[in-house]
């Protein structure tokens, strides 16, 4: 496995207190330039995480699933953040409209449904794969070192 691929962690998600945490800690790592992929069935929990990431970044306003709009962006106190949903697109050079480089450049996104346009998001990036077990969650985490300090802690 390259680098950029290393299975970093499996967490378990038994519940919403769990996924609060999960996302308190990735948050605790963004810095810009970062692309967090959530990736999972419907109903996986991709945005009930992506919400978790940015209350614990200090969103305070109602944060909806950028489903119909593609991209939802917040100002945190740390960063802005981008908050994408590829589940309409139809073909990945639609992602070229989003404004993505744009984004990673103002600060950090996050990306729901990454395989619509896996060949336009950056390789060096955490990959969160949300997945049903038993009956909870858990999100299997892959991408660079530089995530394994979400062990910690």
Request: hydrophobic residues 45%.
């Amino acid at each position: 496995m390259a680098d950029q691929d290393a299975l970093l962690a499996i967490f378990p998600l038994p519940d919403l207190a769990a996924t609060g945490r999960l996302g308190a800690r990735i948050a605790g790592q963004l810095r810009p330039g970062d692309l967090v992929a959530l990736s999972g069935e419907l109903g996986a929990g991709k945005t009930t995480l992506a919400r978790a990431i940015l209350t614990s970044l200090g969103v305070a306003e109602n944060v909806p699933s950028p489903t119909f709009t593609l991209v939802q962006s917040y100002e945190t106190p740390a960063l802005t953040i981008s908050h994408y949903d590829l589940y309409r697109l139809k073909n990945a050079r639609e992602m070229d409209e989003l404004g993505l480089e744009e984004a990673l450049e103002r600060g950090a996104a996050l990306v729901e449904w990454p395989e619509r346009a896996e060949a336009r998001l950056p390789v060096n990036r955490l990959t969160v794969e949300l997945l049903a077990h038993g009956d909870g969650r858990r999100a299997a985490l892959s991408g660079p070192k530089r995530w394994r300090d979400l062990l910690d802690g």
